[in-house]
Structures are given as structure tokens and as C-alpha cells.
């Protein structure tokens, strides 16, 4: 795997490592996340992309495993170890996520406690510092020093309660997907359908059909007459 460059174009190479292509969401992370036991199905309810963007990130991580190891370990540990050289004050990686003054930086959203201004919640904040560090986090959503040290400080005051949450919204979306997977197992294992010009094909085969039955039909009536 050339570590500058790759062809593949739902990962694409950024300041972070080998990326979802349209987010900060490295491979390393979602390799992490899966070493942590998260399925592949709970890693999507997560994160926005399509099921076909994670059948390539599965298919890229069982390619290039040995290499993605290597430079996981070379690049994102020590990364994390020295994380406010290579996140935060990193000028690649400049806070775009302020605290707004006057306001506090956490508010209650429909979705929960979440960043002020953005739609990052919390609950995302948390589960992803079950396997990164702090300043990963912090560097990898651009949130200023002063905006992360209210995060911080909300998680550490409602810890408890968040991990409870976060808990009981995992197991919701564990029971949802196997609720739909189960629903969908037909649909799922159903042959798929076949291409536009043979479905083409087959309409005018079964337009022709039916026009030859009624041209029988007709001449029977007319022999019978």
C-alpha cells in the first residue's frame, strides 16, 4: 500500500491518514472500533456512509492489513502520544469549532447533549474516547482548546449518567439492527434484479407474448364465425 497515495475512491489520503472520503473518519479509527468489538452494522448507524462505503473499507482493511497495522502504530499512536503537536496545533488542523461567548458550550439538542453550533453530540464524543485519546478527539473535530475544556468538563460532571445513555443507545441500535436485519432477510437473499436492458428485453418478450395470443384468439374466432 503506498502510504501518500491510493486509488480507491471511497478512501482517500488526508493530513489524518487514510480517510472516508468527505470526512475527518480515518480507517485507523474504524479499525479501532472493530478491534473494540463494534460490528460493522453498528460502525454505519454511526457514521454517514452506505453500506457500499463499508464493504470497501472492510474489503481495503482485509488487503492491506499488515501495511495499515504498521502505519497505524507509526503514525496514529504516536499521534496520540504527542497529540498536541500532530492534532491540535498541527496548522493543518486549525479549530474551526468555537466556544460562542456568552453561551454555553454544551446544549440539550433533539439528539442530546451536544456541541454547541454543531451536530456533535456527546454521546459521539464519548464513544469515540473509549478508543482514542483526548487530543486525537479534540484535533480530529477541530475544537478549540476553550470549546473542548467545556466538553470536558460536561462529560466529567455527568459522566455517570452519560455512560448509562450512551449504554442503553447502543443496545437500542444493536436490537434495531437485528430487528430489520431479520425483517429484511428475504429481500436481502433475494436474487438481485437484473439489469435495465435485459428488464427491457424481457417487457418486450412478454408485450410480444400477449400480442401473439390475442392475434390466436382473434383468428380462432374468425374461423369459428
Known amino acids: 500500500?503506498?502510504?501518500?497515495?491510493?486509488?480507491?475512491?471511497?478512501?482517500?489520503?488526508?493530513?489524518?491518514?487514510?480517510?472516508?472520503?468527505?470526512?475527518?473518519?480515518?480507517?485507523?479509527?474504524?479499525?479501532e472500533l472493530l478491534k473494540a468489538g463494534r460490528s460493522p452494522d453498528y460502525i454505519q448507524g454511526w457514521y454517514p456512509f452506505t453500506n457500499e462505503d463499508m464493504a470497501v473499507v472492510m474489503q481495503y482493511l482485509k488487503e492491506n492489513e499488515e501495511a495499515v497495522e504498521k502505519r497505524y502504530a507509526s503514525e496514529y499512536l504516536n499521534g496520540q502520544r504527542n497529540g498536541r503537536e500532530m492534532t491540535r496545533d498541527d496548522p493543518r488542523r486549525?479549530?474551526?469549532?468555537?466556544?460562542?461567548?456568552?453561551?454555553?458550550?454544551?446544549?440539550?439538542?433533539?439528539?442530546?447533549?451536544?456541541?454547541?453550533?454543531?451536530?456533535i453530540t456527546i454521546y459521539t464524543?464519548?464513544?469515540?474516547?473509549?478508543?482514542?485519546?483526548?487530543?486525537?478527539?479534540?484535533?480530529?473535530?477541530?475544537?478549540?482548546?476553550?470549546?473542548?475544556?467545556?466538553?470536558?468538563k460536561y462529560i466529567g460532571e455527568n459522566r455517570e449518567a452519560l455512560e448509562r445513555e450512551l449504554a442503553e443507545i447502543i443496545r437500542r441500535s444493536e436490537e434495531e439492527r437485528r430487528y430489520w436485519t431479520e425483517r429484511n432477510k428475504d429481500r436481502i437473499n433475494r436474487p438481485p434484479s437484473p439489469p435495465a436492458n435485459e428488464k427491457i428485453a424481457l417487457g418486450r418478450a412478454k408485450l410480444a407474448a400477449i400480442k401473439a395470443e390475442r392475434e390466436r384468439q382473434q383468428n380462432g374466432e374468425c374461423k369459428s364465425s
Do not use: C, F
Not at 469549532?97 to 451536544?114: C, D, F, H, K, L
Not at 464524543?125 to 470536558?152: C, N
Open 1 to 31: 500500500m503506498d502510504n501518500n497515495h491510493t486509488d480507491n475512491p471511497v478512501i482517500v489520503e488526508t493530513s489524518y491518514g487514510p480517510s472516508i472520503k468527505g470526512s475527518s473518519l480515518t480507517v485507523y479509527h474504524i479499525m
Open 94 to 119: 486549525s479549530a474551526t469549532i468555537e466556544a460562542r461567548p456568552g453561551e454555553p458550550v454544551v446544549v440539550q439538542t433533539s439528539r442530546g447533549p451536544s456541541i454547541n453550533g454543531t451536530r
Open 125 to 152: 464524543i464519548l464513544e469515540m474516547l473509549h478508543t482514542s485519546s483526548p487530543d486525537y478527539v479534540q484535533g480530529l473535530y477541530r475544537v478549540s482548546d476553550e470549546a473542548w475544556a467545556g466538553v470536558t
